[in-house]
């Protein structure tokens, strides 16, 4: 079974100061994963994701996200965050292999930038 | 349309009556998923339908659920007997085909069971 930690329920951060909001998963074999952003009262939007080749996945907003397969992470990251960064994060993961389709997500973690 | 589009945007029903909750999923996207989330939790998975393959319908949380996707389109989640614990909101989203695609999220259902 695949499977997701968010290791932190919130995250608070300064504005300007870079942030990152922790994952890690779980998954026979190779991953897909990414990153959703959910804002009050919004379904989620889409972020960025990892496929393939260079580890770094840069995605909307100025955010990015590392994949490392030996700690199993995608951490994911911004250089300096901005008051409007802050929202619920989603991070979620995907096998490979026939039939794999079910996109299994974290708990969220509440990242709260603060002026 | 644009995006994924879900009615109605809020719900509220008696304990013990049957609601339906509609998606509109973007047009030529052949996958479609429902997921519940509930205060303070995740995303729970509640069934996944993929053209016109038999539907999974692993995460259905009890028999009271149950979903129908009519013509490879528009999706109808069914919950009858409504009981408090029901309560959440309800997302859902399609996709093209592709393990590596990403999901496209509605707004959402908010449904109270009062």
């Known amino acids: 079974a695949q499977s997701v930690a968010q290791p932190e329920d919130q995250v608070n951060v300064a504005e300007g100061n870079p942030l990152t909001v922790k994952c890690t998963y779980s998954?026979?074999?190779?991953?897909?994963l990414f990153w959703y952003v959910q804002y009050p009262n919004r379904g989620l939007q889409f972020l960025l994701k990892?496929?393939?080749?260079?580890?770094l996945v840069k995605g909307s907003y100025g955010f990015e996200a590392e994949f490392n397969k030996s700690q199993t992470s995608f951490h994911l990251k911004k250089p300096s965050a901005l008051v409007s960064d802050s929202a619920l994060y989603f991070c979620a993961v995907r096998g490979r292999g026939a039939g794999s389709y079910q996109l299994t997500f974290g708990k969220g973690t509440k990242l709260s930038v603060i002026p | 349309g644009a995006g994924v589009s879900q009615s109605p945007s809020n719900k509220v029903t008696e304990k013990g009556k049957d609601v339906e909750l509609r998606c509109d999923p973007i047009?030529?996207?052949?996958?479609l998923y429902w997921y519940r989330q509930s205060l303070g939790q995740g995303l729970e998975f509640l069934i996944y339908f993929q053209g016109n393959s038999a539907p999974d319908k692993s995460g259905l949380p009890s028999d009271r659920f149950s979903a129908e996707r009519t013509g490879g389109s528009v999706s109808t989640l069914t919950i009858q007997r409504t009981q408090q614990e029901d309560s959440a909101v309800y997302l859902c989203?399609?996709?093209?085909?592709?393990?590596?695609?990403?999901?496209?999220f509605g707004q959402g259902t908010r449904l109270t069971v009062v």
């Open positions: 998954v026979s074999g190779n991953p897909y």
């Open positions: 990892y496929i393939t080749g260079d580890n």
């Open positions: 047009s030529g996207h052949t996958a």
């Open positions: 989203a399609s996709s093209t085909r592709g393990e590596n695609t990403e999901a496209f």
